[in-house]
């Protein structure tokens, strides 16, 4: 298995980080990806990068702090990026529903970002939330101006006309624990119908435990729960769906299997 988006620099993982990794060969996992969301974040996932073979990077400044974007951040991302265990820009995009930076800043620090992926030649990791029109459309307009760079939504929650509208673009869908529970209607349609070969899987642990362990801290070997639910939704074998997802992941981040 491979867990697509895992925030293990997160502070509750600060007494067992170590053991959690070394538990991946048990728990059945190939390999993370630790996402940046923050310079702190950032430098944090590219450290946990260097230090374990089987976690891999992304950097990146999400919407929440667009504010603080600024040359001297770019120069540092561009600076982290250069690490060959970065894999890409991300998470970044837009969020209406905090508002924690003004939405004008937002849309400014999106798009430099996605220019920025762009010149570096790294796939982009998207968060989206109550931005589902303002996200697509930046998207769409810089995938029809560079149509081989690779995108996936993350942690995806739009509706299932707006999936099938990223996967015409090429986009890659990540779904994660969120399509286990039980008034998520929309997401299980959306895991019902996403093309196999356009499906990433992911916790974004600490975040969005899946049942049957909601209420409690998420963690990267959870990611068979996500798994096997969409199997069973879609009547496909669970290993079958592991592997596929897992050549998806290595296709979108460029790992070389």
């Keep these: 298995m491979i867990d697509s988006h895992v925030h293990l620099d997160d502070p509750r993982f600060k007494k067992d980080q170590d053991q959690i990794i070394q538990n991946f060969d048990q728990d059945g996992l190939e390999l993370v990806v630790n996402i940046g969301a923050d310079l702190k974040s950032s430098r944090a996932s590219v450290d946990l990068a260097r230090k374990y073979d089987r976690v891999y990077a992304t950097v990146g400044i999400h919407p929440h702090d667009a504010s603080t974007y600024s040359p001297e951040v770019e120069k540092e991302l561009i600076d982290l990026a250069q690490d060959e265990k970065v894999l890409a820009i991300g998470e970044i995009g837009l969020d209406y529903y905090y508002d924690n930076s003004p939405r004008d800043i937002q849309k400014e620090v999106f798009e430099k970002q996605l220019d920025l992926a762009h ?10 939330r109550e931005a589902s029109q303002d996200t ?8 029809e101006k560079y149509p081989q760079d690779r995108v996936l939504i993350h942690c995806f929650s739009e509706s299932l006309e707006m999936m099938r509208e990223y996967v015409k673009l090429g986009c890659y869908i990540a779904l994660g624990g969120s399509v286990t529970f039980k008034n998520a ?18 916790t974004d642990c600490p975040y969005l435990t899946p049942e049957p362990y909601r209420g409690k801290r998420n963690e990267p070997a959870y990611v068979r729960h996500v798994g096997d639910f969409i199997a069973n939704l879609r009547r496909i074998n669970l290993d079958y769906l592991l592997d596929q997802t897992a050549r998806n992941a290595k296709a979108f981040y460029g790992i070389q299997a």
């Design 119 to 128: 010149r570096l030649g790294l796939p982009i990791v998207i968060h989206t």
């Design 136 to 143: 697509f459309d930046r998207i769409k307009a810089h995938m």
């Design 185 to 202: 209607r929309v997401p299980k349609e959306v895991a019902k119908e996403v093309p196999l070969d356009r499906l990433l899987l992911e």
